[in-house]
C-alpha cells in the first residue's frame, strides 16, 4: 500500500481538480436534478453517466445531492467545491475521474426546509433516488407501505419535517401543487424489482393515506408524475483509506470522500419523463420501452449470486467478494445458482449475449483491485433477499423442482444474521447489518428445524415461500450443515444431496477446500 501523507497536501477543490481528470468542461449547470441518497453508488453510476451527457451535449442538468442523515459526505462535499473522485479500478487498468456535476449538498435531517424548496423549485424536473431497498419502508411481509413504521407514521401526520423517502417526496410534490409547478419525473436508481412501478405505488399509497383534504390536493398532480422503471449496474465498494492514498499519490491532492468502483458501468431506462431529461444515451446510458428484462437478469444473476458468494464467503472467513469467489467450492455454487436455479428464470433481453454475460460477471466478482466486502453485499439481506430469492424459488418448487442452492443462500444468510447461541459465524458476519436482526435473534435459540420456520414465518421472505414446508426443511438441512460442518460440506450437500444426519463428523477437520478448518461448529 501507498504510504502518503494526505494531510500536508492541499484539498481537492475547484482550483485544485486534474484538469485531464475532469469528466465534462463546461460551466455547471443550473440543478434540474434533486438527487436523494447520496451514498457511493450515486456518486458513481448517475453522477458519472450524467457528466459524461452534459461533456455530450448541454443542459440544466446540475444535480442537488441530499444525504438522508448523515452530513460527513455532505459536508466534506461542500468545503472540496462539490468536487470528488471516482478510482475506476481493477487489476487490468486504472483511471480517476471527476465528475462535478453537483450543485449542492444538503443532509435532509439537518436542512429539511431547503430540501423541500428544492424539490417544489420551478427548475427541479427529475427526483432521483438511491435509498437502498430498505429506503422504501414497505413492509417486507406484504410489499405495500409500512403504516407500521414510526417514520411514516410521523409523515403522514406531517409531524415535523419528514423523515422518509417517500414522505420528503409527497411533501415536496405537495410544495409544488401549492407553488403551481409543473409535474416531474421521480427516478428509482435502486435493485428493487420493476423499481419505478413499486415507488409509484408507494407514492400512491401515502397519498392515499393521508388527511382527506392534502389527499385530494395531491391525487390530480400524481397523475402528471412520472416513475419510470430503470436497471442500475455498477460495484461500488465502500471507501477506506487506501482509496484516499491512492488519489493522493496520484494528483497529490486530498480527497476525503472518493469512490471506487469497477469500470464497468450499465443504466438501462424506460423514456418516459414528464419534463425532459439528459441526454443520458449520450452517456453511456440506454433506453429502452420495456426495461423489465434487464432489471430480472441483474437482479438475479448478479444480485442474486453475489448474496450467495457474500454469505458463504463470510462464514468461509473470506473478507472481500474476489477472496470468496477464488474459493473453488464457492466459485462452483456461485456458477450452480446462477445457471441451474437463476437463468431458467429470466426472459434473456433481445441482444443481450447471456455467455458474454456471465463470463463477464464472474470477471468482475474477482475484480482484485476492488476490496469489494462480503459483509457489505451481506449487509440489509432481509430486504434484499425479498427481491431476489422468492420469485424464482416458487417458480421451481412450482415445476416440482427443489432449488438447493437458493436455500443455501438462505441458510447461509440465516446463519449469518441469526447463529444459534454458541456458533461464531466470524467477524465478517458479526459485522453485516440488517433490520431484521433484531427480530431474529430472540427466535435463534430455537431448534434449527423450528427457527428456520419462525424465522421464514416473520415474512422475511413474503408469504407463499414461507407456507412452502419443502424448501423450510432444505434450508434447515442445509443450515444444520453450516452449523456443525463447514461452508465447502455445505455446497457438497447442496450439489449432491445426501442426508444431513449421514454426513460425516468434520468438526476441527481440515477441508481441502477452503483450506480453513471447521472451528465454528455449534456447541
Ligand atoms: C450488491 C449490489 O450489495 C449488494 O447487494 O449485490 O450492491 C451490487 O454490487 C450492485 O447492484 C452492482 O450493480
Redesign the pocket.
Known sequence: MTHVNRTAMPRLGATTTPAAALLHHRALPPTGIVHLGLGNFHRAHQAVHTAAALAAEEGPWGILGVASHSAAVADALREQDLRYTVLELSPQRSRVVVPAVHTGALVATREPDAVLEALAAPGTRIVTLTVTEHGYTFSPRTGALDTDHPGVRADLRGDGPPRTTLGLIVRGLQRRVRAGAAPITVLSCD?LMGNGHTTARLVAEFVAALPGAERDELTPYLAGVAFPNSM????VPATTDAYRDAVAAQFGVRDSVPVPAEPFSMWVIEDSFAAGRPAWERGGALFTADVGPYELLKLRL??GT??LIAYLGALDGRDTIPEAIAQPAIHRAAMSVLREEYLPTVPVPAGVDVEEYIEQLFTRFANSALRHRTR??GSDGSV?LAQRVPEPALAHLAAGRMPHHLALTVAGYLCCIAAPPGFDPGPDAAAMTDPARERLAPLASRPTPEFVRAALATGLLGEALAAHDAFAARVTDLLTVLLHHDVPTAIQEATAPITSTQLPASRGSQHPESGVSAHRAAT
Open positions: 435493485n442500475v449496474d455498477r460495484i448478479l444480485n453475489h448474496s457489505q453485499v434484499k
